[in-house]
């Protein structure tokens, strides 16, 4: 799941739908949730954990729905050249020049309308859109937001992060979702009358963005309690939590500090790009910071001196919207805890 502890304070209100969305006993299927509204179609709502009546149908069953990203409530959004498009509210008007980054949560349904799209359009503004009855295609320029690789949009049985970063004019309050006129340019000239594409949403976030720079650890530097330093020389070989020989210089050193200091205390987090779904990471990083400290406590470390947490991609200090960033965020933290 998105975390965001790395970043500002998320402005969109009720970014997961769940504020209003509440079961009536005959379906999943909700109409209104606070703080989003149609400019045009009839963008759904669902509550995946409605408790539903024995003669009630089930919409999820139905729509062979997943399951949300982010608790229990998801948006359904027709996604086509005519299409269904929502609009949300900001807690507090962008500010002039800042970068912000735009998030959310996609993925489409399961054998139904599975057509893959490249992106997913955003629109902020200073003022609420025109509403409009009929559902169309909206001809204002958008903000594509795209996965880590700007590959099409065509999982089904995983939810995607799509994102992209928008510098901010100033005054904007409003957050508009949909196909835009400038959005899938070419996407759907191959497909047949009959086929169609729905997308499903969550987690949507607008917060302010600042990369997070942090210090290399050497032997000869000043060490703070509570400062976060890189370990930039600790790899693995690849998908695996096996050290690289590389690596062994470096943790020789914070071994050296370590017997200096038999007082200090350290903390050993490994952090991973969001490549992988949360419990996935959060597994892997673990694995990664356990061998870590194995490593240490072999070479004479005391087992109070170190603490091993797997963190998964819950702190990003880059964006992971490309390589580098990804690379930035694929990383080993050690923290001063005691010394």
Not at 48 to 76: E, I, W, Y
Not at 103 to 117: D, E
Not at 136 to 165: C, G, H
Request: a neutral charge.
């Amino acid at each position: 799941m998105l975390n965001l502890s790395s970043f500002a304070q998320n402005l969109v209100v009720n970014p997961s739908f769940e504020q209003g969305a509440k079961c009536d006993g005959s379906t999943e299927k909700i109409d209104t949730v606070v703080g989003w509204s149609p400019i045009a179609g009839t963008p759904t709502y669902i509550n995946t954990n409605c408790p539903l009546s024995k003669n009630s149908r089930s919409f999820v069953q139905g729509m062979k729905l997943p399951p949300a990203a982010h608790r229990d409530v998801l948006t359904l959004l027709k996604f086509d050249i005519t299409g269904e498009f929502q609009q949300g509210r900001l807690i507090s008007a962008l500010e002039k020049d800042k970068q912000y980054i735009v998030k959310m949560f996609a993925r489409l349904p399961i054998k139904f309308c599975s057509t893959a799209i490249k992106e997913i359009g955003v629109v902020l503004s200073e003022d609420l859109l025109e509403v409009s009855t009929e559902k169309r295609k909206i001809d204002i320029p958008a903000l594509a937001l795209q996965n880590n690789d700007q590959t099409f949009i065509k999982k089904q049985y995983d939810w995607q992060e799509v994102s992209a970063v928008y510098k901010a004019n100033g005054g904007e309050k409003y957050i508009a979702i949909g196909n835009f006129s400038n959005i899938n340019e070419d996407a759907f000239n191959n497909r047949q009358e009959n086929e169609c594409t729905y997308i499903f949403i969550d987690l949507v976030s607008v917060s302010e963005f600042k990369e997070i720079q942090l210090p290399s650890f050497s032997i000869d530097m000043s060490l703070k309690k509570g400062e976060r330093i890189l370990l930039t020389e600790v790899t693995f070989e690849e998908g695996s939590n096996v050290l690289k020989e590389s690596s062994f210089e470096i943790l020789n050193d914070v071994m050296k500090i370590l017997k200096e200091n038999p007082k200090m205390k350290i903390e050993i987090s490994s952090h991973s790009d969001n490549s992988l779904d949360g419990m996935k990471s959060l597994t892997f990083t673990k694995a990664r910071a356990e061998k870590i400290i194995e490593h240490l406590t072999n070479k004479g470390a005391l087992e109070t001196q170190l603490i091993g947490v797997g963190r998964g991609s819950t702190n990003a200090i880059a964006l992971n919207n490309s390589v580098n960033g990804r690379k930035k965020n694929d990383r080993i933290e050690m923290r001063i805890l005691e010394l």
